[in-house]
């Protein structure tokens, strides 16, 4: 079998601040209306509580966002989604839940540096002065919808696979050098 | 002539010297000036044609209220058309021509209009060309079309680029004179983050040109400090050259910042639009000053006082040696001051008041300047500039009592608030009499959600027109002199641009418009681009005394955004080129791309049509592509297709209500072909189910359905049927899907190894997981084209890699990729049906003979209700059957089915409509599938499709199963 390949297999741009397209990421959106057996399992999964309403938590590689009041995002190496899904399966079995391997599904970029939030601030309809360490917001990027928050002194931005290439085309156009907010 | 002092001039910087052209036409001019005051600097004072009368236009104006003095900037795909000198920062370099003019702005053939313009009065066009009716498509209007415009349209691609940016803040101050600096100030000093921003490229406003002193302090050095001041907080942003354009419900904003139209090509984005969300907008807006009504206003050399005192202070330039002041309040006083001591002359100052004793007619005054009270400008002399005024009695008809020699005349006929962008979303004015203009009414604000105001107006855009807070007298003087005949009045200009004169909208009056807003369409007044700044009020109060009526009742018309154009590149933001929309590519896109494949957009997707081979036409090679897929074998990227994960134990019972057919019974490993309806019973989506597990369906839907499906079935579970368990997941994306079709499909899986695909462990219509080449997959055996046919999902990751493999393990057999074009035969020539093409909203299943896949057993389904309605349930409705042309040939696409007869209308009456039709390579033959009324009653009869050529397409009624009635090449 081949080695997976991410969307834009590693593309990057340096403008006022850089891009780089990362991955592939393992990535599973898991669906439960919540409880006990939900907070053991994504524990269990990615080592972190189950996150407030549009809060990731995150640990080391590992991080668990809200989606939405019965919907969340586990983030882990890609190598351990086949070992987690059955861990899920296993953990909330008997529990009406719904987890499903998204990791293919998604494009992730890393935007940084100093002015990393003006590149997103183009794009996005969020007011990054008040992005709280840990929150996670399920916004747009122009026309498409995006997900994404701070993380390690920039920003993770997950898109669809499908318009990668749409989203890595804005944020190079959005971090053109001379084009800074501020 | 106007031209250069020799001193002052404080936004210009004398060292910087910069060139431009005008008309070709090498001129200098410094940093720091706009281009009229550079145009001006070079005694460039005609600098366009009006619009219907082509008359000589010069400068009124110093800001974005300027109606005349508009120009092509810069050329090529460089070039904006009606760019307003005004606002234009000039820079080296710059290119300018004139507008609406032929062949030159000296000697232009359409001024001929000016000398016919008794023949062309308010609502001269509607009056003119309403008949004959059919002339006004084919032979009125274009001419008119050609005729009208400003500036050239550019055709060439923007060489600029422009981008969109999102801001917060709790309170947006609009204007950054003295006003809004305040409030900024005063809002930031309450903690609140504070964006200002500023049109001009410097702060200040009016008060640097008009006030010596702000809070008792030298102007130059209290706006330094408060500059200073703002820019070492935190929670101030200050935006220069960026104009707030239009205010929006729920405190949204829109200001578009001109970041490099002043430095073209250095890379930066021309425009930015800003999309401001604020709890509070404050507009310090200022006020504009009106012009006033007296025969010859229009001719170059006359402007609005404020202007020409600007143009003196600000950049040093002399309007000519003499200039008449005309006014009816005493800013203009100031202009005459200003003028004076700048050693030039003012030879009189004409003013329509009776008695004039403010500080400022005292100082004129006493610096020697004769004022004439009680008079007014009887008429201007001059063609292509002023060349001297006819001075008479304000109150008397005109008769002329002296003539004066000037180069320009000065004129303020009051001041209007700018209370555009407070009225954009619904704050009402109120009339004030002692200043004669419009002002806020602070009762009746726009309102946030809370009902709280919206937008707040300060300083001289709440009519406070003097920073000593002493409000000026200002009498209405709305038509000079106040008895002027109609050989005066015709003379009289409200809209420059426009042409529109006293005269014609005391003509509208009397023909019957009594609305403000019909007088302004009728008779053009305020609907050039600059929106009517000057002449909104004059208008309307000639409109108000022609109908008798009070400005009140006579009202505005409605301000809308934006408050200053807003070019379509910043509007469009970053949306151009390669993102002017998201383009969805599937994992293997980059491959066909490789392989020379001919794309279509899929919704937003781009799908392969076809993979043309050097010297094939496109339709030759679909014609391959089928009759290889037929023969051999054939690779379609399916990846597109909809994938819906739905689970939970009411799981079975929700898609039993989705689809017409059963789907909870399906057992776990076996798939079945699905319809969903909406409410209405009509058909909306198809595709295979597959049983995962036994509380776990995975739904296949139409590639353009995906989202929308996965929405609708949100929608049921959120809105509708909340208690049930079950959970639903678009995995669209996460898997690239390979169909391998063809008589050897089997033989290329079995070269990649890794799974058992044989009739017996895996038949028609079931899945399995397995490997095969080494990548994980799951394989259903599923077919859209009547053949032995595999789809193959692999996580998208691989999808890539997979297809190549699958190209490689398939040279053996024949393989070759085949488009959307060779999928829509390949399913025709089986009868199948796609949503799109035999459906368009209007179709229900049994329509298209799909009754089989319609539960009769369920006692419900989504459009079950709506399928029993008469009209839905009756015979007569036109149903599906295939068409084979008598002499083989193609029927049109959209072709009609042609009854005997006409309708009401004399349109040939019609029993039905092609929904397929193309060309089969496999039969050698046209094959069409359409709806014909009774149709399935009516096989081997003849019926006649149209065409777009005329002529009629005979073709026999047939079913629609064209190929392999048995089905037998896709069960083996």
Known sequence: MSDPVSALNGASFTGFATIREIGPLGMISLRH?????????????????????????????????????????????????????AALAKALAGEHHLAADVSDARAVFRVEGAKAAEVLAKLSPVDFAKLERGELRRSRAAQVAAAMWAQDGGFTVVCFRSVAGYVMGLLIHSAQPGSELA | MSTRLAKGGRLIDRTAAV?????????????????????????????????????????????????????????????????????????????????????????????????????????????TFIHPRPFWKHVFEPIIRRAAGLGKAPTQGDADRYEHAYAFCDVLVVGA??????????????????????????????????????QGKPVEAWLSAMEADLAARDNVTVRLRTCAAGVYDHGYVLA????????????????????????????????????????????????????????????????????????????AYQTALVLKAAG??????????????????????????????????????????????????????????????????????????????????????NWDNGISAFVPDPMRPPLNHDGSAMVECVGAANGDLDLSGTAPA??????????????????????????????????AAREGYMSVEHTKRYTTLGMATDQGKLSNINGLAILADALGSEIPQVGTTTFRPPYTPVTIGALAGESRGDIFQPLRRTPMHEAHERAGAYFEPVGLWRRPYTFP??????????????????????????????????????????????????????????CRYGLMCNEQGFLSDDGVVARIDEDTWLCHTTSSGADRIHGWMEDWLQCEWWDWQVFTANVTEQYAQVAVVGPNARKLLETLGGMDVSKETLPFMQWADGTLGGFPCRVYRISFSGELSYEIAVPASHGAAFWAACTQAGKAFGAMPYGTEGLHVLRAEKGFIMIGDETDGTVIPQDL????????????????????????????????????????????????????????????????????????????????????????????????????????????????????????????
Request: hydrophobic fraction near 40%.
């Open chain 1, 33 to 85: 209306k919540g409880g006990a057996a939900l907070t053991k399992a994504i524990k269990a999964a990615v080592g972190t509580k189950v996150p407030a309403q549009r809060r990731i938590e995150i640990k080391g590689e590992m991080a668990c966002g809200w989606m939405s009041p019965d919907e969340y995002l586990l983030i882990l190496p890609y190598a351990k989604v086949g070992a987690t899904m």
């Open chain 2, 19 to 127: 060139e431009f052209t005008f008309n070709g036409k090498r001129m200098k001019g410094f940093a720091g000036d706009s281009l009229a005051a550079g145009l001006l600097a070079n005694d460039q004072m005609l600098v366009g044609r009006s619009f219907k009368y082509h008359r000589p236009r010069g400068i009124v104006a110093s800001g974005p209220e300027e109606p005349n003095a508009l120009v092509n900037l810069g050329r090529e795909a460089r070039l904006e058309p009606n760019q307003r000198t005004t606002t234009t920062e000039l820079f080296d370099g710059l290119e300018a021509t004139s507008q609406n003019h032929w062949p030159s702005l000296e000697f232009d053939v359409g001024v001929i209009n000016n000398y016919a313009a008794r023949f062309m009065p308010a609502g001269f066009y509607y009056k």
């Open chain 2, 177 to 214: 004179g003295v006003a809004g600096l305040l409030a900024a100030k005063a809002a930031a000093d309450t903690g609140a983050r504070v964006i200002l921003l500023e049109q001009a490229p410097v702060l200040g406003g009016r008060a640097p040109v008009d006030d010596a002193q702000v």
């Open chain 2, 256 to 331: 578009d910042e001109r970041v490099a139209d002043h430095t073209p090509g250095d890379g930066r984005p021309k425009h930015r639009l800003w999309r401001i969300r604020t709890a509070k907008v404050i507009t310090a807006t200022g006020a504009i000053e009106r012009p006033l009504s007296f025969a010859g206003n229009d001719i170059p050399g006359v402007m609005l006082a404020g202007a020409v005192r600007d143009f003196a202070v600000n950049f040093a330039v002399s309007p000519g040696d003499r200039t008449v002041v005309v006014t009816n309040n005493d800013s």
């Open chain 2, 344 to 429: 030039l002359e003012v030879p009189a100052i004409l003013d329509a008041r009776d008695v004039v004793t403010g500080a400022l007619p005292e100082a004129a005054r006493k610096a020697g300047i004769r004022v004439l009270t009680g008079h007014a400008i009887a008429s201007v002399k001059g063609g292509k500039r002023v060349t001297g005024v006819s001075v008479c009695l304000q109150a008397g008809e005109g008769a002329v009592t002296e003539e004066i020699a000037c180069e320009a005349v000065a004129m303020s006929g009051g001041w209007s608030p700018v209370v555009h962008l407070y009225s954009h979303c619904g704050g009402k004015l």
């Open chain 2, 474 to 507: 200002i009498p209405p003087v709305w038509v000079m002199p106040q008895g002027a005949p109609i050989k005066l009045r015709l003379k009289m200009w409200l809209d420059y641009q426009n042409d529109v004169k006293v005269s014609d909208v005391q003509l």
């Open chain 2, 613 to 670: 081979r050097a010297g094939e036409t496109h339709e030759q090679a679909v014609h391959r592509e089928v009759v290889n897929t037929r023969t051999n074998v054939g690779l379609l990227d399916a990846s597109t297709l909809g994938k819906i994960v739905v689970k939970g134990p009411d799981a079975g019972r929700f898609l039993d209500m989705l689809y017409t057919g059963v789907m909870s019974t399906l057992p776990v490993g076996k």
């Open chain 2, 849 to 972: 003979g799909l009754d089989w896949a319609i539960s009769k057993k369920k006692a419900d389904y989504l459009g079950k209700r709506g399928q029993e309605r008469s009209y839905l349930a009756s015979p007569d409705r036109w149903k599906l059957v295939g068409f084979e042309t008598l002499d083989g040939s193609v029927v049109p696409d959209g072709a009609y089915i042609i009854a005997d007869g006409t309708n009401a209308n004399g349109q040939r009456n019609t029993q039905g409509r092609v929904t397929s039709t193309y060309y089969s390579p496999t039969l050698k033959r046209g094959i069409a599938m359409g709806l014909l009324k009774h149709g399935p009653t009516r096989m081997g009869d003849v019926v006649e499709f149209n065409t777009v050529q005329g002529g009629t397409v005979k073709a026999r009624v047939r079913d629609t199963m064209f190929y392999d009635k048995d089905g037998e090449k896709q069960n083996v």
